[in-house]
């Protein structure tokens, strides 16, 4: 199973490229810019990892993203993730930013979209990885931050396929953001939302209402509403669910227990992604592994995720049967 798992075309639809920030290329680039971090190791980051919420990762994952500065930051930040994309068999990738913790900073937008941009651009040619990039608000900094991050995006909407939604979910409901991602459907982009992370299921269905969403990241409490898990089937609404990512974040107590085989056998449309891979202790072949582990199942269910993420993913009709 492990041969057949690592061989596995696969199609990631749920990465923030932030989170795929490892402790040694955050060394480095401390050392380069000079900017102070509060380890002495890579060890020593990896050994703070401990999390007990979102929130208690949040705060460490904005902390690390203050090492990326220039252009050449980004590039090199995005290049290895799709170094590891290549040795999981990931062909295609939906990459989610956040340009609000790094303008909040003083960097400036275009320096982040050039640098992640120049990297997928060159993973194309050299690597034969394609990929979307998805701009994410912040969900607990305000609408008005929003609607001027959305007025930024407007000059690289050739770059931008869609603009999602993360960040901490209590306290921050779909409602929130209603005006801006009407504005942005108006513009052209599609629209996700993470939602039912560690929310409520109301907010799955929220996000589908007020967001427009085309799908949702995470919705793993969509269970709490029997109704809602039926038209999330009869919809064909994909969920980007992250195994590992739950379970550090302790949205589920262990593998056991969660929810995603359960829902792919029902006939949701589920995959599975790897979040913040740096972060929750694994990329994509260690979420496959991790999940089958724990829950056994056949070859056929396996590869049943890389067709829903297929089908879920944001590319033309001619793209999809390349990769099928
Ligand atoms: C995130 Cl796991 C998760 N949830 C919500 N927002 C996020 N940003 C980065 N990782
Ligand atoms: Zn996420």
Not at 246 to 271: A, I, S, W
């Amino acid at each position: 199973m492990k041969e057949f798992i690592c061989g596995l075309p696969k199609v990631e639809l749920h990465l923030h490229i932030e989170g795929s920030l490892e402790p040694e290329l955050m060394f480095e680039l401390a050392k380069r810019n000079q900017v102070a971090i509060p380890y002495n190791t890579p060890q020593e980051v990896r050994d703070a990892y401990e999390f007990h919420n979102l929130q208690s990762f949040l705060d460490i994952y904005y902390q690390g993203a203050n090492v990326l500065i220039h252009e050449q930051d980004f590039f090199d930040l995005t290049w290895a993730y799709l170094l590891r994309c290549r040795e999981d068999n990931v062909l295609h990738t939906e990459i989610f930013f956040d340009p609000q913790t790094h303008t909040s900073r003083g960097i400036e937008f275009d320096t982040v979209i050039s640098g992640i941009h120049g990297a997928l651009v060159q993973a194309q040619h050299e690597l034969g990885i394609t990929s979307q990039l998805i701009m994410c608000f912040l969900r607990h900094l305000d609408e008005a931050s929003a609607f001027e991050t959305l007025e930024q995006a407007l000059p690289h909407k050739d770059k931008i396929i869609a603009v999602g939604l993360d960040s901490s979910e209590q306290g921050h409901p779909p409602q929130k953001f209603e005006n801006v991602f009407q504005k942005a459907l108006t513009e052209g982009f599609l629209t996700v939302a993470h939602a039912g992370e560690e929310g409520p299921a109301q907010n799955i269905d929220d996000a589908l209402a007020l967001l427009g969403t085309a799908r949702i990241d995470h919705g793993v409490r969509c269970v709490e509403d029997e109704a809602l898990v039926e038209r999330l089937i009869e919809d064909k609404v994909p969920l980007t669910v992250c195994p590992l990512s739950n379970t550090k974040l302790k949205v589920f107590e262990d593998m056991g227990q969660h929810n995603v085989v359960d829902l792919l056998r029902r006939g949701v449309c589920v995959t599975l992604n790897s979040d913040d891979p740096a972060y929750f202790g694994g990329y994509m072949n260690a979420n496959f592994l991790a999940v089958v582990k724990a829950h056994p199942m056949s070859k056929e269910e396996v590869a049943q995720f890389t067709l829903n993420a297929i089908e879920a993913s944001f590319i033309s009709e001619s793209e999809k049967l390349r990769l099928q």
